[in-house]
């Protein structure tokens, strides 16, 4: 999937710093029928004031680039974050149709890049490697208090 990259940060935006090639983590918006262009502005236009942003959005239409892929990213606490070179953000549809192309993109896009980046696709497992929920973050990693994508069903 092509990535747009209209709401990716500059180069004064973010942190320069590398991120460990552990996990990914996967988010969810909890923004019914918010699409992944409005939740991407939202973290370009907030990043000096929210200062929390993820690498990539994704929705059944497209996918956008916020965050630097491989840099680490303000989605998921301190611990999170530093183990993490892709976080990503599924938006949430009530239009089933729309739900299931926009999990499909997801999923797609996890599949590549822990490939890319040689994480296994093992999904909450208490191994120090694999693809990782944000509420597995908080339950094991500490330093954030989000437990999706878990509990989010709008379709």
Sequence with gaps: MKLNKKYALSANEGT?????????????TATPNGEAGAIA?????????AQTYVHLVVDYKECYLVGGLGYVAWGSGYYGNQLSPMQIELCEFTNKSQAKKAYRNYIGLIREYAQ????????????????????????????????????????
């Excluded at 502005?41 to 004031?49: A, D, F, R, S």
């Excluded at 693809?131 to 908080?138: A, K």
């Design 16 to 28: 320069y710093a590398l991120a460990k090639r552990d996990i990914i983590v996967a988010h969810s």
């Design 41 to 49: 502005h939202n973290m370009k236009v907030g990043i000096n004031t």
């Design 116 to 155: 890319k980046y040689g994480i296994p696709l093992t999904l909450d497992t208490n191994a120090k490697r694999g693809v990782e929920t944000h509420n597995w973050v908080t339950h094991n990693l500490g330093n954030a208090d989000h437990s999706d994508p878990y509990g989010q069903h709008w379709y």
